[in-house]
């Protein structure tokens, strides 16, 4: 007795699982369609939350788009692109400006907001907003008290021609922190701590100036 599958059965299968694989990808792509903009939507919101937390005693805020000569007052949040949040105090005052930063972390991409004090020319205030690190070690860049406290003060002074910072962000080894602009890395979670500190320092590095240079055009209304 032949064990042999006759061929139209064999069609038959390959022409089922052919429809399965198609229809699987339809529905993937629809359930990614349907999420896209709910996800966009909530990560922008929890995005501007966020400015409060890094920009201290700040009460009100207004949205800016990033372009080539400054920074442009936007109505509509929804506008795609680079954007930057003043925060103001009661009397309309800027208290800074929070912006975003990101870098490789060990698992993935840490994403963080930073509240940046152009007078003062330091950072205030750090917040992780997307971080899949391994639990108890990376994720300490989220809940460790001493590792937030680097961000009260970060020195990033922006140099004489005003392209860049003076020094740039550093991390220096646990309790060994010389200088105003390293941060203070923290035990078991080195390679999260680098992240943040890159991060940090490449949107620093371009951010900083051009706040510094426009910041005349930050108001609240």
Known sequence: MSNTMPKNDWFAMVRTLGMVS???????????EGTAARIAWN????????????????????TFAVGQDGFTRL???DE??????AGFDASGTLLGVALEASAQGYQDTIRALYGYDPV????IGMKVLENRETPGLGSKIVTSEEFLKNFGALNVSVNADGSALEHP???SKRGMKPESWQIDGISGATVSSKAVARALNESAQRMAPLVKKHLDQFTVK
């Open 43 to 62: 990560k922008q919101q929890a995005t501007e939350a966020a400015v409060f937390a890094v920009i201290p005693g700040a009460v009100q805020k207004a």
């Open 169 to 171: 962000i550093e991390l």
């Open 120 to 123: 003062k020319q330091c950072i």
């Open 80 to 85: 795609k692109g680079p954007k930057v949040y």
């Open 75 to 77: 109505e509509n949040h």
């Open 22 to 32: 198609l229809l699987s990808g339809v529905l993937i792509v629809m359930a990614y």
